[in-house]
């Protein structure tokens, strides 16, 4: 009798187990949604003008090398983008070959007397910023990035733009500033092809030109 | 005196074992108990729902994905009794990924059978009332056996769950993890070339529960 009654216990505790085992719970769903769309975007500031005044003393002129003007108080760049997006831009110089000195960071102020150089400016990038986060900027010539930077010389037939920090990789936000700020340098003397009259203006400008990829 | 008391004696002894005899030869013996299958409300942070929100079709590579921006979801369970629990994953958006695998889920087609990537989940930070910090497992199904870790990334082939050690569920009323979503924009190639409207992504997935392994 005993040994009856011991084997029904079992045999209801294994019942049990099994029951347990096999018994469905509730189910629960998770999504992962998103629209991919053409994004649009924004630039907050797109006239940026870097003054450096009506009164430039042509005497600062020297014989022998370009004379800095010094660097202008930078002016933040802001893209707005209406969905997650990278951002690139690319970099024209609308005065080419009015630069004193060769190179794709060297600008052109414009021509004197002919074909004189006035000089050239360098513009040069910094804090690169996606979404309120520090980020990082490059310049290049291809597909990929060289190299990271944080702060930056602009080269005319480059493109730039805003890179993951720590990683070459193209960084992705809705909002991207950058800091931007120019040295205007006079050409030496002997680059401007003669004198320099009372209206000499610098015309430096430059374009640059938004899209999303390398 | 004596006498009667002696002749009461015998007829008590007689009275005794016919009794013996007369009752039924059997002994119950009751187990009770109620079987009650535990019952557990799940619930998941934002109704289960990671979205991306809107995102530039310019960062479809060509050859390559994209990571997108990772999802965070919080899931917990409260239960009426103490119990194990574990679960199995589905994939609402089967074949749908553009890598293969049993830890990538789906976003959707198109362009036909273009796939517009996949995500995979990460789940961690598991907690249950008995124990507090827990570990989690994940082993074939089928498999009674198991390693208990922080972490686990959830497997359509496995069945997963609160573990307290290697081999030992974790039990208890309440359980809490956190699943991280991490999604990857397929290349254009995957998704059969270029996107020529808006397109949405479909991720759809389902955790079912079970009270045991």
């Known amino acids: 009798m005993m040994k009856n009654v011991l084997f029904k216990v079992t045999a209801i505790s294994a019942l049990l187990f099994s029951a347990g085992s096999l018994a469905a719970g509730p189910s629960a769903e998770i999504k992962l949604t998103g629209d991919l769309i053409a994004p649009k975007c924004a630039i907050n500031t797109p006239d940026m003008v870097f003054d450096y005044g009506d009164k430039i003393s042509p005497t600062l002129i020297s014989n022998t090398a370009p004379v800095s003007l010094g660097k202008v108080a930078s002016v933040s760049l802001t893209v707005n983008c209406d969905a997650q997006t990278s951002l690139t831009f690319g970099v024209t110089d609308n005065r080419l070959g009015t630069a004193s000195m060769s190179g794709s960071k060297y600008f052109g102020l414009g021509n004197i007397n002919g074909t004189g150089k006035l000089g050239h400016y360098l513009i040069s990038v910094s804090r690169p910023v996606v979404d309120q986060r520090a980020a990082a900027t490059f310049v290049s010539s291809g597909s990929t990035i060289p190299q990271l930077l944080y702060v930056a010389e602009l080269e005319h037939g480059k493109r730039s733009g805003w890179a993951k920090q720590g990683e070459r990789a193209l960084a992705i936000g809705k909002t991207f500033g950058l800091d931007v700020s120019t040295e205007a340098f006079l050409a030496k003397r002997g680059d401007m092809h003669g004198g320099v009259g009372d209206d000499t203006a610098l015309d430096g400008s430059a374009t640059l030109e938004f899209g999303f990829g390398l | ?213």
């Open chain 2, 1 to 213: 005196m004596k006498k009667t008391v002696i002749t009461a004696s015998i007829l008590s002894v007689l009275a005794m074992h016919g009794a013996a005899i007369a009752a039924p030869m059997t002994s119950e013996l009751k187990v009770q108990g109620k079987m009650a299958v535990p019952s557990c409300q799940v619930s998941i942070s934002n109704s289960g729902v990671v979205d991306l929100g809107k995102i530039s079709n310019s960062l479809i590579d060509a050859n390559k994905g994209t990571a997108l921006e990772v999802g965070s979801l919080s899931i917990s369970a409260d239960c009426e009794a103490t119990t194990y629990l574990s679960f199995t994953a589905e994939d609402n958006r089967e074949g749908s990924s553009a890598v293969s695998g049993s830890t990538y889920f789906g976003l959707g087609n198109v362009n036909g059978t273009g796939k517009l990537g996949y995500y995979q989940m990460k789940m961690y930070d598991a907690v249950t009332d008995s124990i507090g910090q827990s570990k989690l497992y994940s082993t074939p199904k089928g498999s009674t056996s198991f390693s208990a870790t922080d972490g686990i990334i959830l497997d359509k082939n496995n069945v997963m769950g609160w573990a307290k050690s290697s081999g030992v569920q974790s039990s208890g009323k309440r359980f809490h993890a956190t699943i991280d979503l991490v999604p990857v924009l397929a290349s254009s190639r995957d998704m059969n070339g270029p996107l020529t409207d808006s397109v949405k992504l479909d991720g759809s997935a389902v955790l079912n529960f079970t009270y045991g392994l």
